[in-house]
């Protein structure tokens, strides 16, 4: 039988350079089970096909994705799920069924494995649920599909008549290192770009935090591949794909101190770099010194919230004393740590989100670039404790977090609205604390993530070194201007302006590193756009921008690197086009333009024709100034024209 599994899709908001085409580990160990037993498997992953253009991130997706795997000829299909993007299966689903409705079609998945008897009860476009661990059942499963009947089988949640029956049991695999090796295959990993590979480690979780639902999908039982099978998969992928950084998915690698040293001592000898994600109180600066010298070069630290109240009351139960210390010795090490927080807790008061926001700050002020900060908003997770006590309370405000996908079809919208428990990502708890603070503060990070940690922390410098401060004062002063539902860029710029000024440097730092991530972040979309706009017949060219009524550029940039403001002038405010360039890092050139250049280069920013230009400039009397110009601008970098046709256009000679 030909198999055909599909991966979820997320639909972000925003910067599409995250749609990161990594093989869905599941799927790529389902497969290779699959293939064992003598299926044809295939797989399908939306990621790649919106990133090469092959799928349009429209409305049209949905219709599109059902018949390019209806294309495939599959005999069955498996669809796996997160809640946060099960409204693209749900849909894709939908217009396959609609096309083959005898298609068998399987769910499998975290969200599936929760909710499997809602989904089945209420989406035809279903045929079967299997619960948890897929690998210890998915053969006997397709083989059961001829007779359509699935007594005994452990962990299935299938049709029998007319109702819904859901089988006992939890399938999972008790030693990993059964498994034959994952199908990575059947993935374009080559043609996707992919140069850090994730590799699956382990599974489960000993831990019990209220919010999340890790162990109710791969249990409790903490297990983690022997060194041996891990190190011959990395030393197979590293020969296979000419990758050399591998990322071991496993949602606490060091709880086992003994195994991890034991892996550390296996790969040394491999010339590898790997990543992991670990607890700040299960490592220690002699774990992270073995983990170093055996390659780890990037470590991701679950905190969740600075409030030790809080830390109690979810069940994290960390010592917040552990954090800085663990994260100084990590980048001493040379590991890159990730510390990741969750604001919007139910029992978290005003205090609390401070204290969160907080460290996030003393985390910017200390280590800078050397750590990356994160800040979430909690969302409701089926299946777990704090969904058990407050699942019927979720209220929904619109706002997009990073856990719930962008809506395409018109009635996606009744579909979430009419199963909240089913989309529950969309959906909020109520909290003591301020909601809009919550969202503000977790907008202000991202930003301040995106603009860098120089602009961060000469920002903080002018709240006394808090974050929560600035949060405060953005909200006040956004109360009756903003949609927190959606803060950019120009918002919190237009915030330091309307606190400190327009001839403050710290507005010139913030308009700088705007201008530069903004072109930055705009190249490396352009691979994800299903249609790129023509470019206009006289433009600025990418990676070039125009920056307003700013300081030296230079000196700014000094500052910003120095995270200070040094007493020197930075000059007068002016005009600059910055070019900006990505070698071996970003590289930034700046030129001082006069004001009726200014003026010129604003109207480049968009669309204008070759008449356009002509008109604009000689009725201002400056044709042959202006061509002067345009030819240095054009031979510097700065500008993008055809020469003939703009001689002939200043000349007015021109067609339109």
């Not at 926001?357 to 979430?376: M, S, Y």
């Not at 619109?398 to 529950?424: G, K, Y």
Request: glycine share 8%.
């Amino acid at each position: 039988m030909r198999v055909v599994f599909v991966d979820n899709l997320l639909i972000p908001s925003g910067d599409l350079s995250s749609f990161d085409a990594q093989p869905h580990l599941g799927l790529i160990s389902l497969s290779a089970i699959v293939r064992q037993n003598g299926h044809e498997p295939l797989i399908v992953d939306p990621k790649y096909l919106v990133k090469s253009k092959a799928m349009r991130l429209d409305g049209s997706l949905y219709k599109n994705m059902a018949q390019y795997i209806r294309d495939l000829q599959p005999d069955v299909v498996g669809f796996t799920s997160l809640g946060c993007s099960f409204i693209f299966t749900l849909k894709v689903a939908h217009y396959l069924k609609a096309q083959l409705p005898k298609l068998p079609i399987i769910l499998g998945g975290p969200h599936a494995t929760i909710l499997g008897e809602q989904i089945l009860s209420r989406f035809p476009q279903f045929d079967l649920v299997v619960r948890h661990e897929g690998e210890a059942v998915i053969s006997q499963v397709i083989d059961g599909l001829g007779a359509g009947s699935f007594d005994g089988l452990p962990g299935v949640v299938w049709r029998k008549n007319e109702d819904v029956v859901s089988n006992k049991g939890a399938p999972s695999v008790v030693e990993l290192d059964s498994l034959p090796s994952p199908a990575y295959d059947l993935c374009p990993v080559v043609n996707a770009g992919v140069r850090r590979l994730r590799v699956e480690a382990g599974r489960g979780c000993p831990f019990n935090c209220t919010f999340c639902s890790t162990a109710e999908f791969f249990g409790r039982q903490y297990r983690l591949k022997s060194p041996a099978v891990l190190v011959s998969e990395l030393r197979r992928l590293k020969d296979t794909y000419d990758i050399s950084c591998f990322s071991l998915t496993h949602d606490l690698f060091t709880v086992n101190r003994k195994k991890v040293m034991s892996f550390c001592e296996a790969v040394s000898d491999l010339d590898v770099k790997w990543g992991c994600s670990a607890r700040i109180d299960c490592v220690d600066a002699d774990l992270l010194k073995e983990m170093a010298t055996a390659g780890c070069d990037m470590i991701y630290y679950g905190i969740e919230t600075g409030a030790d109240v809080v830390q109690r009351t979810s069940k994290k139960r960390l010592d917040l004393h552990l954090l800085m210390p663990t994260l100084a010795e990590s980048i001493r090490l040379g590991i890159s740590p990730t510390a990741s927080f969750i604001i919007g807790f139910p029992e978290e008061e005003d205090e609390g989100q401070n204290a969160t926001i907080d460290l996030i700050g003393e985390c910017i002020l200390c280590f800078g670039d050397d750590v990356t900060v994160q800040l979430h908003m909690l969302t409701p997770e089926p299946g777990t404790e704090l969904y058990r006590l407050m699942g019927g309370d979720v209220r929904r405000d619109w706002f997009q977090t990073d856990f719930n996908a962008v809506l395409l079809e018109d009635d996606d919208e009744s579909i979430v609205s009419h199963n909240p428990d089913i989309f529950c990502t969309y959906y909020y708890y109520p909290s003591v604390g301020s909601r809009e603070r919550a969202k503000a503060a977790v907008q202000v990070v991202f930003l301040l993530g995106q603009l860098g940690s120089g602009v961060a922390r000469m920002a903080l410098g002018r709240f006394d070194g808090r974050l929560s401060k600035l949060v405060e004062e953005f909200v006040l002063w956004g109360s009756d201007r903003l949609d927190w539902n959606s803060v950019s860029e120009t918002d919190l710029i237009e915030f330091i302006r309307c606190r400190f000024g327009e001839r403050d440097v710290l507005l010139s730092a913030f308009r700088l590193n705007s201008v530069g991530i903004t072109m930055l972040r705009k190249r490396r979309e352009q691979v994800f756009l299903s249609e790129v706009p023509l470019q206009s017949p006289v433009a600025l060219p990418e990676g070039v921008a125009l920056l307003r009524a700013c300081h030296n550029p230079v000196k700014v940039a000094e500052a910003l690197a120095s995270a200070c403001v040094p007493k020197e002038s930075y000059g007068e405010l002016s005009d600059w086009l910055v070019r900006t360039k990505e070698r071996d890092g970003v590289q930034v050139d700046v030129f001082a333009v006069n004001p009726t250049w200014a003026t010129i280069l604003a109207s480049l920013q968009s669309s204008i024709s070759f008449s356009e230009f002509s008109c604009l400039f000689r009725d201002a009397g400056m044709g042959t100034t202006v061509l002067e110009g345009m030819f240095t601008l054009r031979e510097l970098g700065l500008l993008e024209f055809d020469s003939l046709l703009a001689s002939r256009a200043l000349s007015g000679n021109a067609g339109a």
